[in-house]
């Protein structure tokens, strides 16, 4: 089970951190771990990536803005979102194939408006 954190309204130009941490009996530290987003009549898109092993692909609307990493101890994978812009406004979901199964978090709103 995926559970996300630290949605909110921000500020053009502020800063967000989201949390997601996975529960159950499995080794975090081998799957990837993905957030997404959905805007408002727009189709969901992956924001971020992070591997098992570390490696990190972000969406080039996000590139140099947004941070991702992971703390396998604490089975919790992080989103650090800085420079927010208006278009960041959505819903941003934690999701990971965990042995087979697709799981996803219940998602977090991310509003930017002045």
């Known amino acids: 089970q995926l559970a996300e954190s630290g949605g909110g309204l921000v500020q053009p130009g502020g800063s967000l951190g989201l949390s997601c941490v996975a529960s159950?009996?499995?080794?975090?530290?081998?799957?990837?771990m993905n957030w997404y987003r959905q805007a408002p009549g727009k189709q969901r898109e992956l924001v971020a990536r992070?591997?098992?092993?570390?490696?990190?692909f972000y969406a080039s609307a996000v590139k140099g803005r947004f941070t991702i990493s992971r703390d396998n101890a604490k089975h919790t994978v992080t989103l650090q979102m800085n420079s927010l812009k208006p278009e960041d406004t959505a819903i941003y979901y934690c999701?990971?194939?965990?042995?087979?199964?697709?799981?996803w978090g219940q998602g977090t709103q991310v509003t930017v408006s002045s």
């Open positions: 999701q990971s194939m965990i042995r087979a199964i697709d799981y």
């Open positions: 159950g009996e499995f080794m975090f530290s081998v799957y990837a």
């Open positions: 992070i591997s098992g092993d570390g490696q990190i």
